[in-house]
T-cell receptor, first 112, second 114 residues
Framework: SQQGEEDPQALSIQEGENATMNCSYK?????LQWYRQNSGRGLVHLIL?????REKHSGRLRVTLDTSKKSSSLLITASRAADTASYFC????????????FGKGTRLSVIA | DSGVTQTPKHLITATGQRVTLRCSPR?????VYWYQQSLDQGLQFLIQ???????AKGNILERFSAQQFPDLHSELNLSSLELGDSALYFC?????????????FGPGTRLTVT
């Protein structure tokens, strides 16, 4: 399965600290996306990184992709209480028209 | 607000019943995706439609079916409901059916089967 697996499953940090979440996957991918989900709500797209990219930034978010290790990381700098949510990686493979496959997520708690 | 709407927000029904969940994609989006999210299974892809036609199928049970209408809204039909079908059901849309594009998620329908 190409399903991404996030690590850790849960993370608790103090406000102002950085949060790092990792995603590993098994097959060759075309792109990798990160989404955020506040409790019980719909997912919100954060960032998409293509297989030929190594790093991408968006505001306080930094995503890296290492295709040789089949892994990605999401870094949230200077975290805020409002960043408390679950974060999912989703992979789109390059072997046809298969849809995105989501991991089970990392639950981030930012304590004020 | 993603621009994707889902109705109803909550649904409580009994085992053996049938329900219909409705989704309206963002204006202009041709592709609709359905997902099921439960605590133990995470977010599971069910099915995708693109411009009225089925594009991809995931872990969708035979008791479940979906369709996309000419106005691009979609419905997910769940029949012979079981307790294990209790979950959040999300609809998402994207401009085209390509996985290279981000998906815009609706607020979800929470289904409780009693």
């Amino acid at each position: 399965s190409q399903q991404g697996e996030e690590d850790p499953q849960a993370l608790s940090i103090q406000e102002g600290e950085n949060a790092t979440m990792n995603c590993s996957y098994k097959t060759s991918i075309n792109n990798l996306q990160w989404y955020r989900q506040n409790s019980g709500r719909g997912l919100v797209h954060l960032i998409l990184i293509r297989s030929n990219e190594r790093e991408k930034h968006s505001g306080r978010l930094r995503v890296t992709l290492d295709t040789s290790k089949k892994s990605s990381s999401l870094l949230i700098t200077a975290s805020r209480a409002a960043d408390t949510a679950s974060y999912f990686c989703a992979t789109g493979d390059n072997s046809g028209n298969t849809p995105l496959v989501f991991g089970k997520g990392t639950r981030l708690s930012v304590i004020a | 607000d993603s621009g994707v709407t889902q109705t109803p927000k909550h649904l409580i029904t009994a085992t053996g019943q049938r329900v219909t969940l409705r989704c309206s994609p963002r204006s202009g989006d041709l592709s609709v995706y359905w997902y099921q999210q439960s605590l133990d299974q995470g977010l599971q892809f069910l099915i995708q439609y693109y411009n009225g036609e089925e594009r991809a199928k995931g872990n969708i049970l035979e008791r479940f079916s979906a369709q996309q209408f000419p106005d691009l809204h979609s419905e997910l039909n769940l029949s012979s409901l079981e307790l294990g079908d209790s979950a959040l059901y999300f609809c998402a849309s994207s401009p085209i059916g390509d996985r290279d594009y981000e998906q815009y998620f609706g607020p979800g329908t929470r289904l409780t089967v009693t």
